[in-house]
Nanobody, 123 residues
Framework: QVQLVESRGGLVQAGGSLRLSCAAS????????MGWCRQAPGKEREFVAA????????VYADSVKGRFTISRDNAKNTLYLQMNSLKPEDTAVYYC????????????????WGQGTQVTVSS
């Protein structure tokens, strides 16, 4: 059974930083491209960042480019999202996702999803 478990998010002030992690199990992690998406209240889920199976290629939404960094550690079966210079508009539930290698390194669609973690940025 595939499981993607995000770390606890939290409340942070605008301008602050937060790192999310996503622990994967039940799959061969290096066979999957990975990504982060988010959903703000009243809005549709949107793409944030993606990384290919090796970590050699990354893609970011324009709204987070230069502030967020996606990375992965295949030895630990873990995906990360380092978020810096956070803004109130980054407030959302953040989801970790996995897609077949070679098919999802640029973003959705994804085959597996985590349960999500709340990130709240106060002004």
């Amino acid at each position: 059974q595939v499981q993607l478990v995000e770390s606890r998010g939290g409340l942070v002030q605008a301008g602050g930083s937060l790192r999310l992690s996503c622990a994967a199990s039940g799959l061969t992690f290096s066979n999957y491209d990975m990504g982060w998406c988010r959903q703000a209240p009243g809005k549709e889920r949107e793409f944030v960042a993606a990384i290919n199976w090796s970590g050699g290629n990354t893609v970011y939404a324009d709204s987070v480019k230069g502030r967020f960094t996606i990375s992965r550690d295949n030895a630990k079966n873990t995906l990360y999202l380092q978020m810096n210079s956070l803004k109130p508009e980054d407030t959302a539930v953040y989801y970790c996702a996995a897609g077949p290698r070679g098919e999802s390194w640029y973003g959705p669609p994804y085959r597996y999803w985590g349960q999500g973690t709340q990130v709240t940025v106060s002004s």
